[in-house]
């Protein structure tokens, strides 16, 4: 069975106010086999992506509104914004190392 369709069981008992099948939807060997498939063996890597793009785009955020609060020309940012976007990608490669050490020290 599906998570969705366990936890649709589990809101329309709910609904019904009927307590076995209410029971019956959160027992925990029900719960383990409502399991989804997801994507393949690439997917692990989106969050890291994710993660590491919003650090380079924060980066190059603080970078962009810093120049004025320094009292610099709008010279200043062009030569830091190859340097920001270069970040940006080296966050997105740099952060799945971080997550496999994270993880391993969980197991």
């Known amino acids: 069975m599906s998570l969705t369709k366990r936890l649709d069981q589990a809101r329309e008992a709910f609904a019904r106010?009927?307590?076995a099948a209410s029971a019956a939807a959160?027992?925990?060997?029900v719960i383990a086999r409502a399991v989804e498939p997801h994507g393949g063996a690439s997917h692990q890597y989106i969050g890291d992506m994710v993660y590491g793009g919003l650090d380079?785009?924060?980066?190059t955020f603080a970078v962009v509104s810093?120049?004025?609060g320094a009292n610099l020309g709008a010279d200043a940012?062009?030569?830091?914004?190859?340097l920001n976007l270069?970040?940006?990608?080296a966050s997105v490669r740099l952060f799945r190392p971080g997550e496999t050490?994270?993880?391993?020290s969980l197991s």
């Open 17 to 19: 106010k009927d307590l």
């Open 26 to 29: 959160h027992q925990p060997e």
């Open 56 to 59: 380079g785009i924060v980066t």
């Open 66 to 68: 810093g120049v004025p």
């Open 77 to 82: 940012i062009l030569p830091a914004c190859p």
């Open 86 to 89: 270069t970040h940006c990608q």
């Open 101 to 104: 050490t994270f993880a391993l």
